[in-house]
């Protein structure tokens, strides 16, 4: 990977860290979501219409099936990774989300392409376990009273981490393949989800006004932060194998479990770095295999 294409990944990184810490204070849900997407309409409209002119004219069918399919992968892994962090701490959840992707592809490799387990494979399928056994509290954890919550963390990790899977299979296409500009992958992914999360907002509006009166701030901060990070991940696999680059901004986990168990007040800090360490260099190790 070249040195610029590592130094997007590492800023997209800290970004992706940053505004999931403020996302789980939030507490948010499909209103905060719609919120953040109305922001993101107007805080890039200018970028997007200026990506748009020359190109979107001639997209075909496919074109927009790949920005749809984007949206509401983008859109589903949102609203579940909210979910989580009401049912669980970041540090449970994020580790969990971000390393269970590169788990499934392993998985799925063997089972449906029959492809050698080697060495890097399984250590790094093992140190991705080991790793989510000690961000979990380690094995202790799941007998004690909060056993219930981390519970939940995990199995919304989970959950999430499928769908990031599925995500990055979309977009890697999208930019790599079809030829559609980043900003604008991302920019009609938000375009998209409005007709999705506005009638749930006109039926209840009083707890629409409420998401705004209450997280304004919040959503603003997000709707300009995670659409530059993630934006600068697909410009990075422009530049590098996207086999590369999406381990290497998993690095994006232990900034969230050094910052986020100090910031948010989570238990088991150590503990939680050390597994979150071990599921970034379990992505790394398969990412090698």
Same mark, same amino acid.
Request: aromatic residues 8%; glycine residues 12%.
């Given at each position: ?36 997407? !109305? ?8 970028? &997007? ?16 099936? *790949? ?35 590169? !788990? ?33 509290? &380690? ?8 056993? #219930? ?14 769908? %990031? ?14 030829? %559609?500009?980043? %900003? ?37 901060? !997000?709707?300009?932060?995670?659409? *530059?990070?993630?934006? *600068? ?22 900034? #969230? ?13 150590? *503990? ?18």
């Amino acid at each position: 990977m070249s040195p610029l294409a590592l130094s997007l990944v590492l800023v997209a990184a800290a970004l992706h860290a940053t505004w999931n810490i403020v996302a789980k204070r939030t507490g948010g849900g499909a209103h905060f979501v719609l919120l953040g997407a !109305i922001f993101v309409l107007v805080l890039y409209a200018p970028a &997007g219409a200026w990506a748009a002119w020359p190109s979107v004219g001639s997209w075909t069918a496919r074109t927009w099936g *790949l920005v749809l399919g984007s949206g509401l992968a983008h859109l589903a892994y949102f609203l579940v990774l909210l979910k989580g962090y009401r049912a669980a701490d970041l540090t449970v959840v994020y580790p969990v989300a971000r390393g269970t992707g590169p !788990i499934v592809t392993c998985v799925g490799a063997v089972i449906v392409l029959a492809e050698p387990l080697g060495a890097r494979t399984v250590a790094g399928a093992g140190a991705i376990a080991v790793g989510v056994v000690l961000v979990s509290g &380690g094995l202790r954890s799941f007998g004690t009273a909060d056993g #219930a919550r981390v519970r939940a963390g995990v199995a919304w990790g989970l959950a999430t981490g499928l769908l %990031i899977s599925v995500y990055t299979v979309i977009d890697g296409y999208a930019v790599k393949v079809a030829g %559609i500009e980043p %900003i604008l992958l991302d920019y009609f992914g938000n375009v998209l989800r409005l007709p999705f999360l506005l009638p749930a907002a006109l039926v209840d509006r009083a707890g629409f006004r409420a998401t705004v009166r209450d997280h304004w701030r919040a959503a603003l901060f !997000i709707a300009l932060v995670s659409p *530059l990070g993630y934006v *600068l991940v697909l410009y990075a696999a422009r530049l590098a194998p996207l086999s590369h680059v999406a381990p290497a901004r998993e690095v994006s986990m232990l900034f #969230a479990a050094l910052f986020g168990g100090t910031l948010l007040g989570e238990r088991d800090r150590g *503990l939680r770095l050390v597994g979150a360490a071990c599921v970034t260099c379990g992505v790394i190790l398969l990412a090698s295999a």
